[in-house]
């Protein structure tokens, strides 16, 4: 796994374009949301900043770099002799998504603290790193599972922009509207428990036990795409 993990570094490393993606752009939107937060919380909340921060970076860095990733190894038949190999398919897929994964976490790890330090800590740091990593699992398998759809990474960028903007349209609707009213709808949708749960753990304020209960769709749609990944991944070209 980790000989694959360290080749993959340095072929992300040496892909300008990629590099782009997944480190200027979301880093670059981050900045935006820090610099106004003053702005974006009145118009919501900190914690509605936070949880979109976690959001941009998760589709944008995390979730559509994977996906140009896997669809880029598999064109050029990479994919198809690394499986020739003794290595298992968990082996070769954790390998080639460690390095964006542990990238994308030190990213948004070190922009919150940033946010943190600049705005205001949040009031239960563990639950804010719980739905953080629900969140980046979830974007993680919908990834695996959006490559099996996309034939090369050109085809990646209409790929990934449906789920992308989706998550970052919800945490927006939730973290600006709150969960007053339509609060199943929001609750159920991709990332709309998770921005409700950070909103609350950022702001303080909801019972514990309330939150928690949060957790449960995130998760719920953490098995989704786990599934969808294990239908739809292909490892080969589509003739």
């Known amino acids: 796994m980790f000989p694959i993990a360290r ?42 900043v936070a949880a979109v921060l976690i959001f941009t970076i998760a589709a944008f860095g995390l979730y559509a770099t994977t996906v140009t990733t896997l669809a880029a190894r598999r064109q050029n038949l990479f994919l198809k002799r690394l499986r020739s190999t003794a290595a298992s398919d968990a082996t070769i897929l954790t390998g080639l998504v460690l390095p964006i994964s542990v990238i994308a976490t030190v990213q948004v790890t070190v922009i919150l603290v940033v946010f943190a330090g600049v705005g205001r800590t949040p009031a239960n740091p563990a639950l804010v790193a719980a739905a953080l990593a629900a969140t980046l699992v979830m974007m993680l398998a919908f990834a695996i599972a959006t490559a099996g759809v996309t034939n090369s990474p050109e085809h990646a960028q209409v790929t990934t922009l449906p789920l992308s903007l989706a998550v970052v349209a919800v945490a927006s609707w939730v973290g600006i509207t709150g969960t007053e009213s339509l609060a199943l709808l929001k ?41 969808l990944a294990a239908r739809m991944f292909r490892w080969e070209p589509r003739r």
């Open 7 to 48: 080749g993959e570094l340095i072929q992300l490393l040496r892909n300008r374009a990629v590099l782009i993606n997944s480190l200027i752009v979301p880093v670059a939107v981050s900045i935006f949301f820090i610099s106004y937060r003053d702005t974006f919380s009145r118009i919501g909340s900190l914690g509605y």
């Open 187 to 227: 609750r159920i949708l991709p990332g709309g428990s998770a921005t409700e749960l950070v909103v609350n753990a950022w702001n303080g304020g909801v019972p514990l036990a309330d939150s928690i209960l949060l957790l449960a769709p995130t998760l719920g749609w953490v098995v989704v795409a786990i599934v």
